[in-house]
């Protein structure tokens, strides 16, 4: 049985397609297979940023609504071919992402997947609390700002309440991942450090993503930044946060930190 | 043109730190609110059995830590309330 992992976060814009896109990728790359799942009804990108958008034929809905079979929809990866995308709609009505038909594919893929990751959508609407609704666990993607950690809080109580876990009386393990960090912003005392973040949302970190072009350059190409440039600083951090959601016991690095004086003016160029 | 700006401008991540863990902790108080006010109305009831409080002296608050969730009741109870009960 495969593991089922939302990607959420309750406010928009802070990296969940992207790190979704990279998580499954980087999972992929291990050999282990990988679905990616949209559940972004109506505003659906994770096919884009996956570089499959013009491969969409059947999405999550169709498969609902039973007017495709779970194996058509499916879109296997060009370059891994263990990694999967399920995409959402992009013209159904939310409505028709029903809590029966999600539960019926979750399962279904999780007999055939080691590992099937739902990419929600923002807010605690339906869509939200459906893609995290059968999660074995959640990574709560948070920006170092402060609506971005309110938002999260918010989900945490939400997983914690609304889940299936949850209602079962079980422990759902929740993991962050501070992305669009800048290690000397946060030196500087301009930005929340990493130490901020985790003692008020107090949920263990599962890896720091640095603020980076890569990661911009990556969704247009259409490539999870980890495919795009594997040995760029976000694609390494993200391979580590692949390997601590498999199990791995790492040391947390953070990244750009203790940076030399060619890196500084490096930094100060690429800036 | 650095060392101006530090003597200029405050360092704001220390703000929004202090900001947030205020909020927070009225916001993670507040959204489990159900369950707060009817054990707030419940445990009150049971103190008015055998001593006289203020309703406003009964403070019930949930606060979440990594592995637990704390309920803290903070009831305050007049000095001679107690001396009537015993």
């Given amino acids: ?271 | 043109m650095t060392i101006f700006n530090l003597f200029r401008k405050q360092r704001s991540a220390p703000t929004a730190r202090e900001r947030l863990q205020v909020l927070l902790a009225h916001e993670r108080s507040s959204s489990g609110s159900d369950l707060v006010s009817l054990l707030r109305e419940e445990i009150l009831a049971v103190i008015a059995k055998h001593v006289q409080v203020d309703s406003d002296k009964v403070q019930v608050k949930m606060d979440r830590d990594e592995n637990v969730t704390i309920l803290e009741i903070d009831v305050e109870i007049p000095l001679d309330a107690v001396s009537q009960a015993a």
């Fill in chain 1, 1 to 271: 049985m495969g593991k089922v992992i939302v990607v959420t976060s309750g406010k928009g814009g802070v990296g969940k397609t992207t790190s979704t896109a990279a998580l499954g990728a980087a999972l992929a790359q291990r050999n282990e297979r990988v679905v990616v799942v949209d559940f972004d009804v109506g505003l659906r990108n994770l096919d884009l940023v996956m570089g499959a958008e013009r491969r969409v034929v059947y999405d999550l809905i169709n498969v609902i609504q039973g007017e495709a079979k779970l194996s058509q929809a499916l879109i296997r990866d060009k370059r891994l071919e263990t990694l999967f995308l399920l995409p959402a709609s992009q013209t159904r009505d939310k409505d028709n992402l029903t809590p029966e038909g999600v539960e019926r594919v979750i399962t279904e893929l999780k007999r055939v997947f080691d590992w099937v990751i739902c990419d929600s959508p923002a807010g605690i609407e339906s869509g939200a609390t459906l893609a995290m609704r059968h999660a074995d666990m959640a990574v709560v993607v948070t920006n170092p700002e402060v609506s971005s950690v309110r938002d999260s809080d918010r989900i945490i109580g939400l997983l914690d309440s609304k889940t299936m876990k949850a209602e079962r009386g079980e422990r759902m393990e929740k993991h962050l991942l501070l992305t669009r960090y800048d290690a000397n912003r946060a030196e500087r005392g301009d930005m929340l450090k990493v130490e901020d973040v985790l003692e008020i949302l107090s949920i263990p970190l599962i890896g720091i993503i640095p603020e980076s072009m890569d990661v911009l350059r990556a969704s247009n190409i259409g490539a999870p930044v980890t495919l795009a440039d594997a040995r760029s600083a976000p694609a390494m951090a993200y391979f580590d946060a692949a390997r601590r959601l498999a199990g791995e016991v790492l040391p947390i690095t953070i990244p750009g930190e203790k940076r030399g004086i060619f890196g500084k003016i490096f930094a100060r160029r690429a800036a």
